[in-house]
Nanobody, 123 residues
Framework: QVQLVESGGGLVQAGGSLRLSCVAS????????MGWFRQAPGKEREFVAS????????YYADSVKGRFTISRDNAKNTVYLQMNSLKPEDTAVYYC????????????????WGQGTQVTVSS
């Protein structure tokens, strides 16, 4: 079992930046692939980015490639999502996700989810 707690959401103007954090409980954080998903009002949850347990592999949705960066600090049990050049269409609730030993992909999320953090980008 792992528990995930996100933070860092908020209101930002278009073109601005935010950094989301997700802290995981437990002592085997590096054994989990980690990822971020988002869900906008009236839309399905969608994949944003993921990172392998060691941090050596990262994957991004085309819609955020070049603007968002996922990273992790295994000593702090934390995964980050740095979001730059934000657009109004990035407005959503962002969820942290964890998958034991395997990589997270758009079609294969992990079993563990955080409660979500709201990101609102004004035009």
């Amino acid at each position: 079992q792992v528990q995930l707690v996100e933070s860092g959401g908020g209101l930002v103007q278009a073109g601005g930046s935010l950094r989301l954090s997700c802290v995981a409980s437990g002592r085997t954080f590096s054994s989990y692939g980690m990822g971020w998903f988002r869900q906008a009002p009236g839309k399905e949850r969608e994949f944003v980015a993921s990172i392998s347990g060691s941090g050596g592999l990262t994957y991004y949705a085309d819609s955020v490639k070049g603007r968002f960066t996922i990273s992790r600090d295994n000593a702090k049990n934390t995964v980050y999502l740095q979001m730059n050049s934000l657009k109004p269409e990035d407005t959503a609730v962002y969820y942290c996700n964890a998958r034991f030993t395997l990589a997270i992909t758009a079609t294969r999320p992990g079993d563990y989810w955080g409660q979500g953090t709201q990101v609102t980008v004004s035009s």
